[in-house]
């Protein structure tokens, strides 16, 4: 776990500011909820700590780390998407295991994280099925057994 800190963040698509100076910080363990009308910058300000979405202007830290220039993937967050974007032909347990093979994780401890996410979200009876299979739910669940 770390703290999350945001200095000064801007955010430009063009000429067009869309945030400025954005400043505040998360603490770890904290449970934090973005809030805010349509088009505010909630999806933005969450896509640009994970990565994929550049910082025009300030400081984003994770634990003591100015991240502004990171590769999502050396980041350690992980985002779990409105649309789920689950890999339709893989099976529930390879779409929940698929960033700890992409990481080169061993396949033993692949399959007990893969089955502590599933246990912990009620999927366990569904680890062997395909998303077109599962509820809207559970798909929810399988995105956040991915970023877990």
């Not at 599933?118 to 077109?132: C, D, F, M, Q, S």
């Amino acid at each position: 776990m770390a703290t999350v800190e945001y200095k000064s963040i801007a955010k430009s698509f063009g000429h067009v500011e869309v945030m400025k100076d954005i400043s505040f910080g998360i603490a770890d363990r904290e449970f934090v909820v973005l809030l805010g009308p349509s088009g505010c910058g909630k999806t933005t300000l969450l896509r640009m700590t994970a990565g994929l979405e550049r910082v025009t202007n300030g400081d984003l830290l994770i634990g003591d780390r100015r991240v502004n220039d990171v590769h999502p993937r050396d980041r350690d967050i992980a985002m779990v998407f409105q649309n789920y974007a689950l890999y339709p032909t893989m099976k529930v347990f390879d779409n929940i295991g698929f960033s700890l093979e992409v990481a080169k994780v061993p396949k033993a401890e692949i399959r007990k994280k893969v089955e502590w996410a599933a246990e912990i979200l009620n999927l366990t009876p569904y680890l062997g099925r395909y998303p077109k299979e599962l509820s809207g739910g559970q798909r929810q669940r399988v995105a956040m057994g991915r970023a877990m």
